[in-house]
């Protein structure tokens, strides 16, 4: 049995979560995919896949895509009390924020796993794109203002990958995908091994289930010739990261290094650089060890704040491309869209200890209740899905629901 699960959802985060078994990140029965399409999906991952939905692919609708879920899940086409196994404790979900299949369905997803199966840790991974579509600018800004302060909220810019270098679109998008597999990989503890200055496994559990935004990096260690060298690498590690800013204050912090004897001397074990980055934390954890292998440094930042002043950029950019579509008499969005610039200010969980990974999984009975509760409140029986009127596709495909 399997303690995490990863759930890709629409095209982005199907390829991301396939990049983590190509990796060997995970194990094959771990992996889920999830799209209105399996066109994108090569033919040996198939097997790992289920298309849901009745329409091909969502047009970037996202309250489309989550109602195709919604149906989908209460007629059995996706069981997916089937994937999560008594021994599941946490489920990572990886999506795009611009796309409608993934950014439309995650959510409502990651609310039955919370809810029905009482799932205790959900990782939330958002692959940001390259924001230059007015649509995507706006699903964006939604899937942001919709999380759960209850989940664990990481990012991935496609955007910042295509700044930093000569490359393609489709290149960045390859690279932000190896990315999520790199960090997936350090949150499970792949990278670990016993040692004189150890985080164990409760540690690491409390470290990567602190619910708020969370950013992990890594990075090469060099021949180190002095202090200045650990502080200069630190610096650049956290300048170069791929994730968006948040404000300074996290929960807890984990250092994880793997170095020689040589160059730990030069290291700074308070780790200022990294405080003056992140903030002083409620924890501190720190593991180094030596394989005789490459050295290298990982970061694991929990508990912060979500990135307001991104999705406030977000916003900005949305609306100022907006005045330069002709709208005519429709209104692209209507009162129910405006931006609440207060999210992400109120993360309610104990500064003790996150829920202990032995706790007891609650009854079937429980759960039957809390399904029934989940449908009965999501019931669409009386209820159409609202869409863009602007989007040609999807006054076409609603015609047919």
Known sequence: MSRVKIIGIGACGNKAAIQCLEDGTVIDKDILLLNSTLKDIPEKYKEYAIEFGNIKGCGKERQLAAKMLYDSMGNKEIDIDKYVD??????????????????????????????????????????TGFEDDVRGLKNTVDIFNELSEDYIVEAISNKKFLESGSMTRAEAEALANKEFSQKVSILLGNHIVPSDKNIDDRDLYKLTNTPGYMTVEYYGINKLKAPEDFDAMLEDMVECSKSLETEVGAMRIGVIMNITKKNRAFVDEEFKVLRKAYGNPYEFFTHIQDTGEDEFIHIIVSGMKLPIDYIKKTYDSYKKQMEHIDLNSDKFFSSRDKFDTSLGNKLNFSMDDVDDFSTPKESVEDIKKAKDSFFNSFSTANKKVKVDKTSKFTNTVTNEL
């Open 86 to 127: 008594p021994d599941t404790k946490t489920i990572i979900f990886v999506t795009s924020s611009e796309g409608g299949t993934g950014s439309g369905a995650t959510l409502m997803l990651a609310k039955y796993c919370k809810q029905v199966l009482m799932i205790k840790n959900i990782h939330i991974f958002i692959i």
